[in-house]
């Protein structure tokens, strides 16, 4: 046998192959099955971290789609969000309510909602938890380890306090 044939051989051992040579691309060109993970632990690639801010806007708006929440915040930040949503160029903040603590791999998040009247809070509050977790899972793939849900006051139809901060 060759020199030159020895190295072919040897190249085509698994072992001797470079990184690039067993990617799913060239694997299904020469036919060979490669394991693709279905995403690669953090360490092997890079580190994803997640800022506050996102994981509050997830949260915001997951709460935000359950049938009965009224509006966010205590009166105060509802207050001055109303003055803040009316200065020009200003828009509806969908982290007001919203308070996140965000770890590596957990999250906590506290929510502070106004509810509609006539609604079960126990069934809203399992609800918007359940939303909130799932959304917060999905997108982030961090683990809610809590969502704690303050309710600071019911909306009464026709009641003037409230008018305006209806959440959309």
Do not use: C, W
């Not at 085509?12 to 299904?28: I, K, L």
């Not at 105060?76 to 007001?96: E, I, Q």
């Amino acid at each position: 046998m060759s020199t030159a044939t020895k190295t072919d051989t040897a190249a085509s051992t698994p072992s001797a192959r470079r990184p690039e040579d067993r990617s799913p691309a060239v694997a299904a060109q020469t036919g060979q099955e490669v394991a693709v993970p279905a995403f690669a632990v953090p360490a092997d690639r890079g580190r994803t971290s997640i800022a506050d801010p996102v994981v509050g806007k997830i949260a915001g708006m997951a709460a935000r789609e359950v049938p009965g929440v009224y509006a966010f915040g205590g009166s105060l930040t509802r207050a001055l969000g109303a003055v803040r949503d009316r200065v020009p160029g200003g828009r509806p903040s969908v982290t007001r309510g919203v308070k996140v603590e965000v770890g590596e791999k957990q999250t906590a998040i506290d929510l502070e909602i106004v509810v509609e009247y006539g609604v079960a809070i126990g069934e809203l509050a399992y609800e918007v938890r359940e939303n909130v977790v799932s959304a917060i899972e999905r997108m982030t793939s961090l683990e809610v380890v809590e969502v704690n849900i303050a309710v600071t006051d019911i909306h009464i139809p026709g009641d003037e306090d409230s008018a305006g901060t209806r959440v959309e």
